[in-house]
Antibody
């Protein structure tokens, strides 16, 4: 069974940093692209980042480019999202997802609140 | 960026009725379109992939179709468990973009 479990969320002040983690199990992690998607309270979904199988290629929307960094450790079957210079508009539930072309499996999500 | 215009934003439907949601793509996305169902406080669940293919375990009353740049999700004979928010995702090119979501309630 595919499982994705996010951690690392919480309350952080504007301008500070936070690192999210996602522990994967139930599939060969190193064979799949992985992604982060967020959902602001009562809002729609926004794709945040994607990383290739080896980690050599990463992709971001303009809204987070230069502030967020996606990475992975295939030996640990883990995905990460380093978020710097956080803004109030980054407040959201962050999901990690397996990317097989589309996003086929999602974690349960972790809440990040950016507020002073 | 590819814009995905989803309609309606919300709807109340009677049990047993047929219901259709549509996403219109601002550019050609081939059939790189998937549909998801999200229940409150839960993560999204894949329902339809590549526009017309039913994900394993999804009831056959769900179906997907395409007409030009319009992609549709249809639920035949609505059941109470079908309530939730439905949204589409285009994964033709980065940035991936989602439809704004359709909230489905039972009348």
């Amino acid at each position: 069974e595919v499982q994705l479990v996010e951690s690392g969320g919480g309350l952080v002040q504007p301008g500070r940093s936070l690192k999210l983690s996602c522990a994967a199990s139930g599939f060969t992690f190193s064979n799949y692209y992985m992604a982060w998607v967020r959902q602001a309270p009562k809002k729609g979904l926004e794709w945040v980042a994607t990383i290739s199988t080896s980690g050599s290629r990463t992709y971001y929307p303009d809204s987070v480019k230069g502030r967020f960094t996606i990475s992975r450790d295939n030996a640990k079957s883990s995905l990460y999202l380093q978020m710097n210079s956080l803004k109030s508009e980054d407040t959201a539930t962050y999901y990690c997802a397996r990317q097989e072309g589309l996003l086929d499996y999602w974690g349960q999500g972790v809440m990040v609140t950016v507020s002073s | 960026d590819i814009q995905m215009t989803q309609s309606p934003s919300s709807i109340s439907v009677s049990l047993g009725d047929r219901f259709t949601i549509t996403c219109r793509a601002s550019q050609d996305i081939g059939n790189y379109l998937s549909w998801y169902q999200q229940k409150p406080e839960k993560s999204p669940k894949l329902m339809i992939y590549r526009a017309t293919n039913l994900e394993d375990g999804v009831p056959s009353r769900f179906s997907g179709s395409r007409s030009g740049s319009d992609y549709s999700l249809t639920i035949n004979s609505l059941e109470s468990e079908d309530t939730g928010i439905y949204f589409c995702l285009q994964h033709k090119q980065y940035p991936f973009t989602f439809g704004s979501g359709t909230k489905l309630e039972i009348k």
